[in-house]
């Protein structure tokens, strides 16, 4: 049945929309970093919530197609087994979708995102007039720290995810 919540489709339709969301984020964290900030210590809400709101849009796609994979696989995978597992799955079958998933970014934002819901994270103000930087999350991921260029990688990474969803889809209908 179309739109349930145990049909695969639904999860994939919803990790397209997350990532369009992360996309409007990241357009509007762009806006506010131009704001002043009365307070120097800590970002403007609107650019802590844009920038959280990015990471936390990607991360829900990424969860959302690894539903999807366990829904159609047939796999029933717990929570804490749900992501890698199904990304492994799907890795066996798509080997585009294991070079993805192996991007050293992708395991950075899902601890970035833990840290958003269940703990806090360090944002360090920058020199440049606006401008601040999240914490390391001990992974190998090299890039800039900076919330806009982070935001910007994670948008890619979700993008990315979306454009391997036609890859995905026939193998998920397959089961």
Same mark, same amino acid.
């Given at each position: 049945m179309p739109g349930t919540l145990d049909n695969w489709t639904h999860y994939v339709d919803a990790a397209k929309r997350q990532c369009l969301i992360a996309e409007y984020r990241v357009k509007s964290l762009e806006e506010k970093l131009g704001s002043p900030d009365p307070d120097q210590n800590t970002p403007l809400i609107q650019v802590q919530a844009h920038f959280e709101g990015v990471i936390v849009s990607v991360m829900a796609a990424v969860d959302k #197609? @690894?539903?999807a994979a366990n829904s159609a696989f047939g796999l029933h995978l717990s929570q804490s087994e749900l992501v890698n597992g199904a990304m492994t799955e799907l890795g066996k079958r798509v080997p585009e979708m294991k070079d993805w998933? *192996?991007?050293? $970014?992708g395991l950075d934002l899902r601890r $970035? +995102? #833990? +840290?958003? $819901?269940?703990?806090?994270y360090v944002k360090t103000p920058q020199q440049s007039e606006h401008q601040w930087q999240v914490e /390391? @999350? %001990?992974? %190998?991921?090299? /890039?800039? +720290? *900076?919330?806009?260029?982070y935001s910007r990688v994670a948008v890619a990474y979700g993008t990315a995810l979306s454009e391997l969803i036609p890859a995905i889809e026939p193998i998920l209908t397959k089961g």
């Open positions: #197609v @690894a539903q998933f *192996e991007k050293p $970014i $970035i +995102r #833990v +840290r958003i $819901i269940h703990y806090s /390391g @999350a %001990d992974t %190998d991921y090299t /890039g800039s +720290r *900076e919330i806009l260029s």
